[in-house]
């Protein structure tokens, strides 16, 4: 199977600074990834599409320079949550399309961020 | 955007019953997915179902979609304790760009 790692787990963070997320694929390549975000009892909520070596694509409403993603390699996306705020608390969670089956997503655990 | 209504919002029931869950879209597809996710963690896939198909199994799993109604469901035979956990269904567009649009979601707990 696809296993996606996203790291870290969980983090802390004081208000005004900024918290990059990891999210990688472990045994396969992807040249897009998406990016959501979940609020408690919620569903998720897309916010981007990472796409490898261009520009990520935006959902109407996600502040793009607020969530700054970067997919740098065919195995790597992040996304920094700059100058965070208590708002921005929240569950991230990334996914990527596995082989073959492009519609089939595997997801990382998610990232739980606590902005204090 | 979020595009599913999924029902009910929350069920309990005893292992061994059945559950089932309903799900409803807005758009045209390409196919339509579950996904189980447990407290605090990432999504696992369970079933995905085409848009030209009716039924699918798996294993304790049946889903069902009926396009002209824009409505899915999902039912889970003989429920375990281990079944406890939120389900999603999650929709992917007719275009196939790969994303997929989630619905609001399940929460079942199966008491033991």
């Known amino acids: 199977g696809a296993v996606v790692s996203q790291h870290p787990s969980r983090v802390i963070c004081k208000s005004g600074t900024s918290v990059k997320i990891e999210c990688r694929s472990l045994?396969?390549?992807?040249?897009?990834m998406f990016w959501y975000r979940q609020f408690p009892k919620k569903s998720l909520m897309l916010m981007a599409t990472?796409?490898?070596?261009?520009?990520?694509?935006?959902e109407q409403g996600v502040e793009k320079d607020k969530f700054l993603i970067n997919h740098a390699s065919l195995t790597l996306s992040t996304l920094t949550v700059t100058s965070a705020h208590p708002e921005d608390s929240s569950f991230y969670i990334c996914?990527?399309?596995?082989?073959?089956?492009?519609?089939?997503?595997?997801f990382g655990a998610g990232t739980r961020l606590s902005v204090l | 955007s979020q595009q599913g209504e999924e029902d009910p919002q929350a069920l309990s029931i005893q292992e061994g019953e059945n559950a089932t869950m309903n799900c409803s879209y807005k758009?045209?597809?390409?196919?339509l997915q579950w996904y189980r996710q447990n407290s605090g963690r990432g999504l696992v896939h369970l079933i995905l179902?085409?848009?030209?198909?009716r039924e699918k199994h798996s294993g304790r799993l049946r889903v069902t979609l009926d396009t002209s109604k824009k409505s899915s469901s999902l039912l889970i035979t003989a429920s375990r304790a281990a079944d406890t956990a939120s389900y999603f269904c999650?929709?992917?567009?007719?275009?196939?760009?790969?994303?997929?649009?989630f619905g609001q979601g399940t929460t079942l707990q199966v008491k033991p």
């Open positions: 996914s990527a399309p596995g082989r073959g089956a492009k519609n089939i997503q595997y």
């Open positions: 045994d396969f390549q992807a040249t897009t």
């Open positions: 999650a929709t992917a567009s007719s275009s196939n760009t790969g994303k997929l649009i």
């Open positions: 179902i085409r848009s030209n198909e």
């Open positions: 990472s796409n490898e070596g261009s520009k990520a694509t935006y």
């Open positions: 758009t045209s597809i390409n196919n």
